[in-house]
């Protein structure tokens, strides 16, 4: 195991003890009344130096950015819908100072005074480990990378955390705190748990605010069990990153002027994963990694739905859409910062049931465990997801009648994505794009029809699909499928139509492309079509 000299010995509890032993040894390491997590002076200073490290590099980068790269653009109001294009490498601030943390927390850990702090962290390593995790981001934010990329890194990460340390050992029954040893599957453990939380701190950037929120609240959480613990390494550089996602979301807060991209978000969830696992001794990694879970009940919940909902459809399961859950919940009329502020209370009240089932799992979880169940079936119910037997039957069934249309419209939409790198010519483009609507059997709006061929149409046949802002494409879909499974097969097409719009802005009109008359509320996201219910 890859440890530094810079580890002590770990709190002197055994495997079976619990987190409220392990509370009382950190309470009776802290007694001591001159250990360093009793200055708070100390923490108030790292705090501040956080808050004016992200500040400063934050203004720095905005002043002095200059890269056509790691520019976010807005494609429109489909996903993005900035006003301007704004900066997509705010995970430079949080990443300088998480480097400061860790070059603090070395000096600060062995300064007089510390005497009883406990460290647990093998702070070359988690630093290390921790920029590889970020530059795989930022390398992403600047020129883009495979999706294997991105997972072989993750994967690579996850393989030396555990060389290092920081690794599921050992799982705990909560209820009779009765110990198992993970053997040979620790390590798969330790993988999967690095893959999956840095991923949905990326899948949560969606929203302005939102991930920085996330991160906060988690950031927070972990200071709170670390100082419980006495474990003073990830109680300091907790602190500074609260500081750093402080000075962050100044700038990330509705309308963003940055944002954290790729990098940041991997970042902070490596952040969240390690500290979870380092933060307590073996014994009681359980309790802190089912608070953790709790705490992210929002973006596990967004994430399951999601992959559920783009696997019985038909599209690939890590496709980006205008479907979490953050983006329905803007369909009610609610300005962004009114929804941010309702989001964070859902964080909130998470965070202090992660840390109730971290400090009593006994009793806590069962009761936090039923809460979770009936909050998530409301909300989803609140947002039109079927909530009965017979609703989940119907929606199934026009979801996997619609499949394999949505799976060749998925692909005709990947060619077409690479003719319009291609062609020059937009004519041919929007040919192509005519002929691959003719093979799903979608046809032309009704005042395009031949006097003929207007006879036999039926108006239930039309499907008016807004694309973004100012423009709604209008097309006759005269299959049997119906209307709702329809919008999953063109929306297929919606990117590619998008860009096409943007790239060469003329548009043939019988495409059935034209200006919306009504726009949508500047403030919302309303424009998105038949996003309610499971679609």
């Not at 046949?461 to 802002?469: H, I, K, T």
């Amino acid at each position: 195991m890859f440890l530094t000299d810079a580890i002590t010995p770990s709190l002197p509890l055994s495997p079976q003890a619990g987190p409220v032993a392990a509370i009382e040894v950190g309470e009776m390491l802290s007694a001591q009344g001159t250990g360093l997590l009793h200055r708070a002076g100390v923490l108030s200073c790292l705090l501040a130096l956080g808050i004016l490290i992200a500040f400063a590099t934050i203004k720095l980068t905005l002043r002095c950015w200059t890269l056509s790269k790691g520019v976010d653009h807005s494609d429109g109001g489909h996903r993005k819908r900035q006003a301007a294009p704004v900066l997509r490498v705010g995970g430079l601030a949080l990443y300088a100072v998480f480097g400061v943390a860790c070059l603090m927390t070395f000096f600060l850990i062995r300064s007089p005074g510390s005497e009883g702090v406990v460290n647990l962290l093998p702070l070359p390593s988690f630093f290390l480990l921790g920029s590889a995790m970020f530059w795989m981001g930022f390398m992403d934010d600047l020129y883009g990378a495979s999706a294997v990329l991105k997972l072989l890194v993750q994967v690579l990460v996850g393989v030396g955390a555990w060389f290092s340390g920081m690794s599921i050992d050992m799982v705990t029954q909560p209820f009779q705190q009765v110990s198992l040893d993970t053997g040979g599957f620790s390590l798969v453990l330790t993988v999967f748990w690095f893959v999956v939380i840095p991923n949905l701190f990326n899948l949560t950037d969606g929203m302005d605010g939102l991930a920085g929120g996330l991160g906060l609240f988690l950031a927070v959480l972990l200071s709170a069990m670390a100082y419980t613990m006495g474990n003073g390494s990830i109680l300091l550089i907790c602190v500074m990153m609260i500081g750093a996602l402080l000075a962050f979301l100044r700038f990330n807060f509705p309308p963003a002027r940055i944002y954290m991209g790729d990098g940041g978000a991997y970042l902070i969830g490596y952040f969240v994963a390690s500290a979870a696992l380092v933060t307590s001794n073996k014994g009681t990694v359980t309790s802190v990694i089912l608070a953790v879970v709790v705490a992210l009940g929002f973006p596990i919940l967004d994430t399951a739905v999601a992959m559920v909902r783009r696997g019985l459809s038909g599209m690939p399961v890590m496709s980006p859409d205008a479907l979490h859950l953050h983006h329905r919940l803007q369909v009610v009329g609610l300005s962004k910062r009114k929804l941010l502020f309702l989001v964070y209370a859902a964080f909130a009240t998470l965070s202090v049931m992660g840390f109730a089932v971290y400090f009593s799992p006994n009793y806590a979880l069962p009761i936090v465990a039923v809460v979770l169940f009936v909050s998530s079936f409301v909300v989803l119910r609140h947002l039109g997801f079927p909530s009965d037997f017979k609703s989940v039957k119907d929606c199934m069934r026009g979801m996997l009648e619609a499949r394999k249309h949505v799976r060749y419209a998925y692909a005709i939409s990947q060619v077409l994505s690479q003719d319009l790198d291609r062609f020059e010519d937009p004519s041919r483009f929007w040919e192509e794009l005519k002929a691959a609507l003719s093979k799903l059997h979608i046809l032309l709006p009704f005042d395009l029809l031949e006097e003929g061929e207007a006879a036999s149409a039926r108006e239930d046949d039309v499907l008016v699909y807004r694309l973004n802002d100012s423009l709604v494409w209008e097309l006759r879909c005269p299959s049997p499928l119906s209307s709702r499974q329809w919008v999953r097969v063109v929306r297929c097409f919606h990117s590619v139509v998008v860009a096409a719009v943007a790239k060469w802005g003329h548009v043939p009109g019988e495409l059935g492309i034209r200006t919306c008359q009504i726009p949508p509320d500047p403030d919302t996201s309303s424009h998105f079509p038949l996003v309610k219910g499971f679609v």
